[in-house]
């Protein structure tokens, strides 16, 4: 068998109810045959214009309608999504790009000025596709999405060497040890591993019949299937994991038209739309919109809303109380995963039951493992690293000796082991302990220290530095920095200067001076020190 490939998955499913809608964005309404006519187009388009066979093409869009088109494209043409992180600047734009060796960059107009300072550095890429929005014209050296959208082509458009369960999605995560890495996921381990969580789940195996089509997909989607809203980012796996699982079921996917999260703007969509399920990461987002449900509590009506789904950050149960008080039939599942292990473990609450901040129910999938590769016994109150075995990504991108780390195989079985740390109870719950490592997850954004104080020693007022992520009410963690310097040190220009070199969200919100960072005789600060001393500075101890 060739494995399952979205591409199959979803057109079939637009075969299948092909009047139905399948992208929602304001007042426009993309059915299921358009969605896959329009994918189509994209994807002869980008075989025309020289993509071969898992090639990479970057994807540099907010949540719009053209970002799940365009995926639906390259599966069809097996080439391979590349995410990007839409408030990088230009320097870790142009790593994304070279280091994925991405030949085509999809990107909005409102970027298009980043993207011209830094294409000349990218000769690899060929094709550049601007997507409008109404903000900067086309540039001469692109062509406007719809033109390729609209590329004549017969039938359902596949590469030269035809569609495999092993085409690839790529999707770089910020990670715990330096710069973004690409994780390798196979199309058919990807869908089988979001699908099977599914009421129906479609069989291992992808039996298309003689008109290329999967009588299982047609049989599941007979009728059209629920409308999801992700609220966080598409460029993330959360938001794109779940709403490609929406659209495999026949569903719609309704994006919204604010750039930023407008919890206004999302209850509005709830109300309107009538939206089942939405996707969320944290507390980030569960905070702002618990506090505008309490402030005007008679102003929305979610009882559409059945699910929300939060994954990527711990999700705090005062946060889940608050929203079942608004809505009782509402079903909040905390699922315990990350872009290199989709399923490790859930928390489900419902009624007046809210689940405890991080405690979750191992899959059974899922192990913890100590640092010498032993399995913890249930109830030792042993630590050790959660690891998922089965359906896991190939690796990441182009570095061999992460992925030995990442991916390690003990006593014949190959594991996916991120590097969270926890303890499991003998009823099979684990306690999450956070990452060994010094990252920061701020929102779900995990930020690499070292990246910030490489920013930060550039400073002409500053020697030396560390940044440390300090509890946060809403984002879980705030990044701060503690520097070297000498007095007068302006905060607001430091923090300001940060942000010339890299994504705001990387910025410390508050820097703290100290004479000496007191490294020790190797080098490494205490990180654990710095923190403390930066939380009681914060006034937060």
Same mark, same amino acid.
């Given at each position: ?103 085509? =960059?999809?990107? $909005?107009? @409102?970027?298009? !000025? +980043?993207? %011209? ?6 000769? *690899? ?128 996917? =309704?994006?919204? $038209?604010? @750039?930023?999260? !407008? +919890?206004? %703007? ?6 309107? *739309? ?136 003990? !006593? ?9 740390? *926890? ?119």
């Amino acid at each position: 068998m060739p494995g399952w490939t979205y591409a199959d998955v979803l057109e079939s499913v637009a075969a299948s109810i092909p009047d139905a809608p399948a992208l929602l964005h304001g007042g426009r309404a993309t059915t299921w045959a358009e969605l896959d006519k329009r994918a189509d187009g994209l994807a002869a388009y980008l075989l025309d214009a020289g993509c071969k066979h898992q090639d990479k093409v970057a994807f540099y869009l907010y949540n719009r309608p053209e970002y799940l088109e365009l995926f639906t494209a390259c599966s069809k043409a097996s080439l391979v999504h590349v995410n990007t992180n839409y408030r990088y600047a230009d320097e870790e734009l142009f790593y994304i790009w070279d280091n994925a060796d991405a030949v085509a =960059v999809v990107f $909005q107009g @409102t970027f298009t !000025d +980043v993207v %011209e300072r830094i294409r000349h550095r990218l000769p *690899a890429v060929h094709t550049w596709l601007w997507v409008d929005d109404g903000t900067a014209p086309c540039p001469t050296w692109a062509t406007p999405y719809e033109t390729a959208a609209a590329t004549p082509n017969e039938g359902r458009v596949r590469s030269p060497r035809g569609r495999d369960g092993d085409d690839l999605v790529l999707l770089y995560t910020g990670g715990t040890t330096g710069l973004p890495k690409g994780v390798m996921w196979r199309q058919d381990d990807l869908f089988c591993v979001t699908d099977k969580a599914n009421r129906v789940p479609l069989p291992a195996d992808n039996d298309l019949g003689a008109d290329g089509l999967s009588p299982a997909v047609r049989a599941r989607t007979s009728k059209p299937g629920p409308l999801s809203l992700p609220a966080c980012p598409l460029m993330h796996g959360t938001g794109l994991f779940n709403a490609l699982n929406t659209l495999a079921l026949g569903g719609s996917v =309704v994006t919204m $038209q604010q @750039t930023r999260f !407008d +919890v206004e %703007e999302f209850l509005d969509v709830i109300q309107d *739309a009538g939206v089942k399920s939405t996707f969320i990461v944290g507390d980030a987002f569960a905070k702002p919109i618990l506090k505008a449900l309490d402030a005007e509590p008679n102003r929305w009506d979610i009882s559409s809303l059945r699910v929300i789904i939060s994954s990527g950050v711990m999700w705090s149960s005062e946060s889940k109380q608050g929203l079942l008080r608004h809505n009782e039939a509402l079903i909040l599942v905390d699922a315990f995963g990350s872009s290199e292990a989709v399923g490790m473990g859930s928390s489900v609450s419902s009624g007046a039951d809210a689940a405890k901040t991080a405690t979750f129910t191992l899959s059974p999938e899922s192990v913890v493992i100590t640092d010498d590769g032993r399995l913890v016994e249930p109830g030792s109150d042993e630590m050790g690293k959660v690891g998922l075995r089965g359906r896991t990504p190939v690796g990441y991108y182009k570095d061999p000796e992460k992925s030995a780390t990442t991916f390690p195989t003990i !006593d014949g079985v190959r594991y996916s082991v991120p590097g969270d740390f *926890a303890t499991i109870g003998a009823d099979g719950t684990i306690n999450l302990l956070g990452r060994g490592s010094v990252c920061i997850n701020s929102g779900g954004e995990k930020i690499f220290p070292e990246e910030v104080e490489e920013v930060l020693k550039l400073h002409p007022g500053i020697d030396d530095a560390v940044a440390v992520g300090i509890p946060d009410d809403r984002f879980g963690q705030a990044v701060t920095a503690v520097v070297q310097a000498g007095p007068g040190l302006d905060e607001a220009d430091v923090i300001a200067h940060v942000k010339s070199h890299l994504a705001a969200y990387k910025a410390p919100k508050r820097i703290f001076a100290v004479d000496d960072l007191e490294r020790a005789a190797n080098g490494k600060a205490d990180y654990k020190r710095w923190t403390s001393h930066a939380t009681e500075l914060s006034g937060l101890t």
